[in-house]
């Protein structure tokens, strides 16, 4: 079936750096994809979308790159801070579906 | 602006009791609501969701249930919990197929 995953459970940057987190599709039909923020015991947070005919899209502090040839979507944090420590998920909605998919989440964590 | 909540907080039952859980959305009409579980250290697995009052689509096969009684809320139930019914519990709104907005969470341990 299809799935979306992530290349890395676990990532840590020192605070400051430019954090790059990835994921994988492999729904070629996909055509929304979505990026989460979920902090320990609390509900996802969104954070930047971007749909299928665009390749890159910014908002503050976060840019998100599709790489469609390669099913690839990933999310650059800028001047990472203490505050972006959290599981990041993307997801993504397959063409007509009206479900998301998402993957397994990375792990932030910002060291001092 | 819109907001979802979801109470309980946290739930601790025992196996073979009743699960009610609820949530409701402010600020918006006719969204569409889901219901997620969420086991450590794992991703979202969608339960169900709706696109309206009585609409419900079921997503896993389980022993919980679904229901929309009101255009704006939406609740999970179960007649007797199990030991894997464990984790926690998301409800999420969309006011289109795009992007969804989570509730705070619901965190239930069946003992």
């Known amino acids: 079936g299809e799935s979306v995953g992530l290349h890395l459970p676990t990532l840590s940057v020192q605070e400051g750096d430019n954090s790059i987190i990835n994921c994988a599709y492999s729904n070629s039909a996909s055509d929304y994809f979505i990026w989460y923020k979920q902090e320990s015991g609390k509900g996802p947070q969104f954070i930047i979308d971007?749909?299928?005919?665009?390749d890159k899209r910014q908002g503050q502090r976060v840019t998100v790159l599709l790489n469609k040839t390669v099913k690839h979507l990933s999310l650059q944090i800028a001047a990472t801070q203490p505050g972006d420590s959290a599981v990041y998920f993307c997801a993504e909605r397959g063409g007509s579906a009206r479900q998301l998919t998402f993957g397994s989440g990375t792990q932030l964590t910002v060291l001092p | 602006s819109q907001t979802i909540h979801q109470w309980p907080a946290t739930l601790v039952q025992p196996v073979g009791s009743p699960l009610s859980l609820e949530c409701t959305v402010e600020g918006t009409s006719n969204p569409n609501l889901y219901w997620y579980r969420q086991a450590a250290g794992r991703g979202l697995q969608l339960l169900f969701y709706s696109v309206g009052i009585g609409q419900i689509s079921s997503e896993v096969p389980q022993n919980l249930s679904a229901s929309r009684p009101q255009d704006r809320q939406f609740i999970l139930s179960s007649k007797k919990l199990l030991l894997s019914d464990s984790g926690f519990y998301l409800c999420?709104?969309?006011?289109?197929?795009?992007?969804?907005?989570f509730g705070p969470g619901t965190r239930l341990t069946v003992l």
């Open positions: 999420a709104w969309s006011a289109s197929l795009d992007t969804q907005y």
């Open positions: 971007i749909r299928s005919n665009m």
